[in-house]
């Protein structure tokens, strides 16, 4: 039995036969904030219950963003506290662990 692939619109996998992608106000929100996070060369957080397109939301997004923007996706578990958020930032972005500060706030980089 051959596996079926996956049917890509406008950067978003569709799994179900026949689904396409629709754009709806939230999805053009993320949209948004996507581009002046990469703007202003920034960190964004998407989260929300199970559900509700946050993933679809971004790989769309990240879709629209001219190729030579470099991303990096970190992901952490359901209900991250944040020293498991500067965790994963730290992997993805091969810093030494302890780099971000433990606050809440602003945080400047210096590899």
């Known amino acids: 039995m051959k596996a079926s692939r996956a049917r890509v619109s406008g950067g978003v996998r569709l799994y179900a036969p026949g ?6 106000r939230q ?6 904030a ?3 996070t990469v703007a202003a060369r920034a960190i964004g957080c998407v989260y929300g219950d199970m559900g ?10 990240l ?11 970190a992901v952490v578990g359901v209900a ?16 030494p662990s302890g780099s ?6 602003s945080a400047a980089i210096c590899p």
């Open 27 to 32: 999805v053009a929100a993320v949209v948004e």
């Open 52 to 61: 509700l397109g946050k993933t679809v939301a971004v790989e769309r997004a």
């Open 100 to 105: 971000l500060t433990h606050r809440a706030g």
């Open 19 to 24: 689904a396409r992608l629709v754009s709806t």
């Open 63 to 73: 879709h629209l963003l001219p190729g030579r923007v470099p991303v990096w996706r």
């Open 80 to 95: 991250a506290g944040l020293p498991q958020v500067l965790a994963a930032l730290c992997e993805v972005l091969g810093l």
């Open 34 to 36: 996507v581009g002046h």
